[in-house]
């Protein structure tokens, strides 16, 4: 800092950034705050100031090297360099129009015709063949159907991403005596594949579903297909990855299909099973090969097997027998086995049910009577329903009045199979339980949970005085 530095390199390069190659004017070239004791003064000396000083030292080795130097210098010059090669054209049209020619001759060279004259590209006259779809904009889609069979669409987007134990972000608005039944994310050009009680198969896609709000109900999907006299929905899928289409009927007719066998889509819908007389679909799923099916009768009893026990067969085709039934009894449940870590949760129609690891039931062979999946007695009465299940998930049970009560798994103890339950639900006079079903989206109201997340005591439901038999 006590010495003024010589550098004819410095002075040479401010000197050759003059565009008229002028005297350098040292104050053009100080830098900003630095007092005019320091830098390069008018006599072509530098000096450095303390800030300087400390950034000179704490630079790297390699950096004050010769060829580091040599390396920046280098650099400086040819961007100079190109400066004076743009500033020439700048002066000089000629070189315009010459440099203007070369790059056309490119374009031409590389986009025009060929030497036979025919085109490289082709120019449609008529936009009719577009449809639809084609101004669909691929998005991922939350899809929510009802209890009561409301369907709509909202854009993923909209549910931002939350910390850990936050309440989430309802998706839907629901009456009192309804829920949301099926959630799934799909994008807009996926197809949603719907089955009717009917054995029929109707598809739809994503983007045809109406869009809707967070505090709108959506729309009957009975509306969106062409449905015949008492037929109905019962269960919509959204495509994956998966291969098959399992398929199981009221009289344990179980049938597996391909999906290509369903790649023509028809507005009017096409047959999934062909059902006998008196029979009706009572569940499908997509599988891959891979699970255990699960089929529970309303006699109690159920059998779980190996989906490679059924052959992959036509869309045609009847299917073939999944459990043998006694006479009036027919199966109310299929279940597709996703991972031991599951639970069965079994209901009766009078109020009855319990909770089973799924590792108590063991594989069969197809077409069995099955094992025992809940004590049968006059207490019991006959299997309403049967679900997989984890223990933070909700149910909803629902009586042939319409009397709706909603619980948490948690609460249902789990029992062994050959245990007859304990009480779900206390039902009035003549009523009986008509089903359950697990909520799959948690949108309880916020006077069921503290703030720290923890039940409060108006949201406590007792403890179950039952005990298993």
């Given at each position: 800092?006590s010495?003024?530095?010589?550098?004819k390199?410095?002075?040479e390069?401010?000197?050759?950034?003059?565009?008229?190659?002028?005297?350098v004017?040292a104050?053009?070239?100080?830098?900003d705050?630095?007092e005019?004791?320091?830098?390069?003064g008018?006599?072509?000396?530098?000096?450095?100031?303390?800030?300087q000083a400390?950034?000179?030292?704490?630079m790297r080795l390699?950096?004050?090297?010769?060829?580091?130097?040599?390396?920046?210098?280098?650099?400086?010059?040819?961007?100079?360099a190109?400066?004076d090669?743009?500033?020439?054209?700048?002066?000089?049209?000629?070189?315009?129009?010459?440099?203007?020619?070369?790059?056309?001759?490119?374009?031409?060279?590389?986009?025009?015709?060929?030497?036979?004259?025919a085109?490289r590209?082709?120019?449609?006259?008529?936009?009719?063949d577009?449809?639809?779809e084609?101004l669909i904009?691929?998005?991922?889609?939350v899809?929510?159907?009802?209890?009561?069979?409301?369907?709509?669409?909202?854009?993923?987007s909209?549910?931002?991403?939350?910390?850990?134990?936050?309440?989430?972000?309802?998706?839907?608005?629901?009456?009192?005596?309804?829920w949301?039944?099926?959630l799934?994310i799909?994008?807009?050009h996926?197809?949603i594949?719907c089955?009717?009680n009917?054995?029929?198969?109707?598809?739809?896609?994503?983007?045809e579903?109406?869009s809707?709000?967070?505090?709108?109900?959506?729309?009957?999907?009975?509306?969106?297909?062409?449905?015949?006299?008492?037929?109905k929905?019962?269960?919509v899928?959204a495509?994956t990855?998966?291969?098959?289409i399992?398929?199981a009927?009221?009289m344990g007719?179980?049938?597996?299909?391909?999906l290509d066998e369903?790649?023509?889509p028809?507005k009017?819908g096409?047959?999934?099973?062909?059902?006998?007389?008196?029979?009706?679909?009572?569940?499908?799923?997509?599988?891959?090969?891979?699970?255990?099916v699960m089929?529970?009768s309303?006699?109690?009893?159920?059998?779980?097997?190996?989906?490679?026990?059924?052959?992959?067969?036509?869309?045609?085709?009847?299917?073939?027998r999944?459990?043998?039934?006694e006479?009036?009894?027919?199966?109310i449940?299929?279940l597709?086995a996703e991972d031991?870590?599951?639970?069965?949760?079994?209901?009766?129609?009078?109020g009855y049910g319990?909770?089973?690891?799924i590792?108590?039931?063991?594989?069969h062979?197809r077409?069995?009577?099955?094992?025992?999946a809940i004590?049968?007695?006059?207490?019991n009465g006959?299997?309403?329903?049967?679900?997989?299940?984890?223990a933070?998930d909700?149910?909803?049970?629902?009586t042939?009045?319409?009397?709706?009560v909603?619980?948490?798994?948690s609460?249902?103890?789990?029992?062994?199979r050959a245990?007859q339950g304990?009480?779900?639900?206390a039902?009035?006079?003549?009523?009986?339980l008509?089903?359950?079903?697990?909520?799959?989206?948690?949108?309880?109201?916020?006077?069921?949970?503290?703030a720290d997340?923890?039940?409060?005591?108006?949201a406590?439901?007792g403890?179950d005085?039952?005990t298993?038999?």
């Amino acid at each position: 800092m006590s010495k003024s530095w010589d550098s004819k390199l410095v002075r040479e390069m401010l000197t050759r950034t003059r565009a008229d190659g002028g005297v350098v004017n040292a104050d053009d070239y100080r830098p900003d705050g630095l007092e005019r004791e320091f830098g390069m003064g008018n006599d072509g000396l530098y000096r450095l100031s303390d800030t300087q000083a400390q950034e000179i030292l704490q630079m790297r080795l390699q950096r004050l090297t010769g060829l580091e130097q040599d390396k920046i210098v280098g650099e400086y010059k040819e961007v100079m360099a190109e400066i004076d090669d743009l500033l020439d054209i700048l002066a000089k049209p000629e070189r315009v129009s010459t440099i203007i020619g070369d790059e056309l001759t490119a374009i031409r060279s590389e986009f025009g015709q060929t030497k036979l004259g025919a085109r490289r590209s082709f120019i449609e006259h008529s936009a009719q063949d577009l449809s639809t779809e084609d101004l669909i904009t691929p998005t991922d889609m939350v899809v929510t159907l009802s209890h009561s069979g409301y369907i709509k669409s909202q854009p993923l987007s909209e549910y931002r991403a939350q910390k850990r134990g936050g309440r989430g972000k309802q998706a839907t608005a629901t009456k009192e005596d309804d829920w949301i039944d099926q959630l799934f994310i799909a994008n807009t050009h996926d197809y949603i594949l719907c089955f009717s009680n009917r054995g029929r198969l109707y598809w739809l896609k994503v983007w045809e579903v109406p869009s809707g709000s967070r505090g709108s109900r959506g729309r009957p999907i009975v509306n969106m297909f062409p449905l015949q006299e008492g037929e109905k929905i019962t269960v919509v899928l959204a495509l994956t990855g998966e291969q098959y289409i399992f398929m199981a009927t009221r009289m344990g007719t179980v049938k597996k299909t391909a999906l290509d066998e369903f790649s023509n889509p028809r507005k009017a819908g096409i047959i999934a099973v062909d059902l006998d007389e008196g029979d009706f679909l009572i569940g499908a799923a997509l599988t891959d090969g891979q699970h255990d099916v699960m089929l529970f009768s309303d006699g109690g009893k159920a059998v779980r097997f190996d989906e490679n026990d059924v052959r992959p067969m036509g869309r045609n085709a009847r299917g073939v027998r999944g459990m043998m039934l006694e006479d009036g009894q027919s199966v109310i449940a299929m279940l597709v086995a996703e991972d031991e870590q599951q639970s069965v949760l079994t209901a009766t129609q009078n109020g009855y049910g319990k909770r089973t690891n799924i590792t108590e039931y063991t594989r069969h062979g197809r077409g069995t009577k099955g094992m025992i999946a809940i004590q049968q007695s006059e207490r019991n009465g006959k299997v309403v329903a049967a679900t997989l299940v984890h223990a933070d998930d909700e149910i909803m049970l629902i009586t042939d009045k319409g009397v709706l009560v909603r619980t948490r798994v948690s609460e249902i103890r789990e029992l062994g199979r050959a245990t007859q339950g304990v009480t779900l639900m206390a039902l009035d006079d003549g009523a009986q339980l008509s089903g359950l079903q697990r909520i799959v989206e948690n949108d309880a109201a916020d006077a069921e949970t503290g703030a720290d997340g923890s039940a409060t005591p108006e949201a406590d439901t007792g403890t179950d005085t039952d005990t298993a038999e």
